[in-house]
């Protein structure tokens, strides 16, 4: 139904589960360079603490991998979360470069800060390296604000920004998959 780069389908948000770990492993891969992936055994952490960290995925049906009744799924786009009492912490977010600017992180992050809202978190935290401009942005129209800077954090030149944004009065839906579904549209935002 849609010329997105990558095949026809429609993009859903869902709570990662263990057999999404293959799936995120490889969109890691596809996001950041190599001195910067996580490992597999860090994904598996990610996925199996079920208590307070929260792995939140899109996917589309995989083209042509249909199996009886078994649909594979892609993974193209997904976040992490980790809430312990007060403070929710945004750790990872990576949308597929073929797919991106088409609101996929938008709805994924919403997702993640809706969960740890739920949870009784009262605020959300991040670290993003300064000149990371694409994914800046992006938490800054989800209401994020820089808190400090950590110079030098990421090796010489390259700064770390922590920002923060309270979830009191965060809008949108209530944690579970409600609001989630999102169509693929046609052309991303940018090329
Ligand atoms: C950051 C990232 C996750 C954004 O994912 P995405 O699915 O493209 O995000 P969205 O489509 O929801 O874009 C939302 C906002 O991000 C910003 N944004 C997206 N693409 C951008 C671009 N090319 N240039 C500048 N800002 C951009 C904008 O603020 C945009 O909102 P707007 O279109 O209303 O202006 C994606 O670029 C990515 O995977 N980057 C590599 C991994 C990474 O650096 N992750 C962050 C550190 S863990």
């Known amino acids: 139904m849609s010329d997105v780069p990558g095949g026809?389908?429609?993009?859903?948000?869902?709570?990662?589960?263990?057999?999404?770990?293959d799936g995120l492993g490889l969109l890691d891969a596809a996001c950041f360079p190599e001195t910067e992936r996580w490992s597999m055994s860090a994904w598996r952490a990610e996925l199996d603490d079920g208590v307070d960290r929260a792995v939140w995925v899109a996917v589309?049906?995989?083209?042509?991998?249909?199996?009886?009744?078994?649909?594979?799924?892609?993974?193209?786009?997904?976040?992490?979360?980790?809430?312990?009492d007060q403070d929710a912490e945004l750790f990872r977010v990576m949308?597929?470069?073929?797919?991106r600017g088409l609101g996929l992180g938008t709805v994924l992050l919403t997702a993640g800060l809706a969960w740890a809202r739920d949870r009784g978190a009262?605020?959300?935290?991040?670290?993003?390296?300064?000149?990371?401009?694409?994914?800046?942005?992006?938490?800054?129209?989800?209401?994020f604000a820089d808190l400090y800077r950590r110079t030098n954090y990421?090796?010489?030149?390259?700064?770390?920004?922590v920002m923060v944004r309270a979830l009191e009065g965060l809008p949108g839906p209530v944690s579970g998959n409600s609001g989630c579904d999102k169509e693929e549209r046609s052309e991303g935002r940018r090329s």
Do not use: I, M, W
Request: proline share 5%; hydrophobic share 40%; net charge neutral.
């Open 95 to 99: 949308t597929d470069p073929g797919l």
């Open 154 to 161: 990421y090796g010489p030149g390259a700064d770390a920004v």
């Open 8 to 21: 026809p389908g429609k993009v859903r948000c869902r709570r990662a589960v263990t057999g999404d770990l």
């Open 60 to 84: 589309r049906p995989q083209a042509g991998a249909e199996d009886g009744c078994q649909v594979f799924e892609q993974v193209v786009a997904a976040c992490c979360f980790r809430a312990v």
């Open 122 to 143: 009262a605020r959300a935290l991040l670290e993003v390296r300064h000149d990371n401009v694409t994914a800046r942005s992006l938490y800054v129209d989800l209401g």
